[in-house]
């Protein structure tokens, strides 16, 4: 009866640090990639292609849900 627990603990246990493994991985693989676009060449392009000075931030809106 504990065998069988022991089991399912540890098999778990394995798949939750596999997972979160491999998001660490990811994470770190996407956070290289927007520093690398995140210059201040790059941001002042982006803000004039999106009419930040005309038109406000848009990322800043009370429309952009994904920002609160």
Same mark, same amino acid.
């Given at each position: +009866? *504990? @065998?069988?627990? *022991?089991?399912?603990?540890?098999?778990? %246990?394995? $798949?939750?640090?596999?997972?979160?493994?491999? @998001?660490? #991985? !990811? %994470? &770190?693989?996407?956070?290289? +990639?927007? %520093?690398?676009?995140?210059?201040? &060449?790059?941001?002042?392009?982006? &803000?004039?292609? @999106? /009419? $930040?000075?005309? !038109?406000?931030?848009?990322? #800043?809106? *009370?429309?952009?849900? /994904?920002?609160?």
């Amino acid at each position: +009866m *504990i @065998l069988p627990g *022991i089991v399912v603990v540890g098999a778990v %246990s394995g $798949v939750v640090a596999y997972v979160r493994t491999q @998001l660490r #991985k !990811e %994470s &770190d693989t996407m956070n290289r +990639m927007f %520093s690398q676009q995140n210059t201040a &060449d790059v941001r002042a392009r982006r &803000d004039q292609r @999106l /009419l $930040v000075e005309s !038109e406000g931030n848009p990322r #800043k809106t *009370i429309y952009n849900v /994904l920002n609160w």
